[in-house]
């Protein structure tokens, strides 16, 4: 690691966390340079929901490259371009009976976001807006106005205006947070202005694996609708299908205005990320909002050949099955351990553990894992959870062999 060191910046995370240098990934599995195996639960942050390096996008990537397919086109009309646009609706947003135009606002989750806090402002001409406690939303300026974590937002070095942050469920115990929401909106003296929008995660990912319930986020949806607000779904990270459904939001029957969608649209893990408004609030000017990487073709061939996952409801099933895998081991853990004051959170293969980090309990169980070959790393404001993100296409084995040595990790560190 000593490269690493001397060369690079202070500021990278997982390489420290993960003290070793990767040579090779297949499915749910990694290898270093020394040819130890590891089972992924972390997926990229999300990014991998299809494993490392799927054949079949494999083979239409190598294909495309060796006939001299244009690699970067910004917004020109390219084939992979076209081929993903039509799957896309016909695949995913019509027979869900969606009604989005499909923006490509640059390759990153933070400019999916960026380009809703944008529009959002441009169709009602007003400027706040509304997230909710522990949200992460992205790095960028506008994105980090929008994210509840202290230490990255004071990353920005300046002022973050024109957001106000409001508790999500479940954050005040025993509160309605929906009635403290809409007291805010209905006094004139509350010092909140009616937003552009508001935004959110269905299941907070960097904040904690906080899952918000399906009746909380629809009287978020009734909200909006009642007061003329854009309602805006982060689903960088809990959507393609990370909760069980293709969007983390459908189990709720809710029909957000803008979706966020990043990470592991791209498929393979190519940089890509789209950004789906509902016709009506489509008011951009050409060129208003662009981006260099927007024309991301290899991440379009990946994205195309990964919806055919969702061709049918067998993938979803599998997720859902494996999820309650996933849950009664997690379970297991904390009935086996009460001294963690273990908590179940989450949902589908976006679940979690918070506990009792006194110590830094959750940094040394998630060392001691590593040691033993599982990736999985902590989340919440102060890393208190232990966070399990492991490829959809995990199988069962490997989930319950992953579990088997986070288990010995956590007897290890108590011992």
């Known amino acids: 690691m000593k490269t690493f060191e001397e060369l690079e910046s202070t500021v990278r995370s997982y390489s ?77 947003l019509t027979p869900r009976e969606l009604d989005y135009k499909i923006m490509f606002p640059g390759p990153t989750g933070t400019n999916t976001v960026e380009s809703a806090l944008k529009i959002a402002r441009k169709v009602t001409g007003r400027d706040t807006v509304i997230s909710f406690t522990n949200a992460f939303h992205g790095m960028t300026i506008g994105s980090l106005s929008v ?102 939001f459908e189990p709720a029957g809710i029909n957000p205005d803008v979706v966020c969608l990043s990470k592991s649209i791209g498929g393979i893990g190519l940089p890509m990320a789209i950004t789906l408004i509902k016709p009506e609030y489509d008011q951009w000017g050409p060129g208003e909002h662009n981006g260099t990487f927007r024309g991301n073709n290899l991440a379009f061939i990946a994205a195309s050949e990964a919806l055919t996952n969702w061709e049918t409801d067998e993938f979803s099933q599998s997720i859902k099955e494996k999820a309650l895998i996933l849950k009664e081991g997690i379970q297991s853990i904390i009935k086996k351990f009460p001294e963690l004051n273990g908590e179940a959170r989450g949902r589908g293969l976006m679940q979690g553990i918070a506990i009792d980090n006194t110590n830094d309990v959750t940094s040394k169980i998630c060392s001691e894992a590593f040691e033993r070959g599982l990736i999985v790393e902590t989340s919440g404001p102060n890393d208190e959870v232990i966070k399990f993100l492991p490829p959809l296409i995990i199988d069962k084995e490997g989930l319950k062999i992953g579990l088997g040595i986070l288990e010995e990790s956590i007897n290890h560190v108590l011992a």
Request: aromatic share 12%.
């Open 16 to 92: 420290r966390g993960w003290p070793t240098i990767f040579t090779k990934a297949k499915g749910y599995k990694l290898w270093d340079i020394d040819d130890k195996e590891y089972i992924d639960f972390f997926a990229g942050a999300g990014t991998l929901n299809y494993g490392h390096n799927n054949e079949a996008m494999q083979e239409k990537i190598i294909d495309y490259i060796r006939n001299d397919g244009i690699i970067h086109s910004l917004d020109m009309g390219t084939t992979p371009r076209q081929k993903f646009l039509e799957r896309f609706n016909d695949v995913i």
């Open 147 to 248: 994210t509840g974590n202290s230490f990255k937002r004071h990353g920005a070095g300046i002022p973050l205006n024109h957001s106000v942050s409001m508790p999500f469920d479940g954050y005040m115990d025993g509160q309605d947070t929906i009635a403290y929401l809409e007291r805010f909106l209905e006094d004139s003296g509350s010092g909140v202005a009616l937003p552009a929008a508001i935004i959110l995660e269905t299941v907070q990912g960097e904040g904690g694996i906080n899952a918000a319930r399906m009746e909380w986020l629809k009287k978020i949806e009734n909200i909006c609708k009642r007061w003329d607000i854009l309602l805006i779904i982060d689903d960088v990270q809990a959507g393609c299908g990370r909760t069980g459904t293709f969007f983390s």
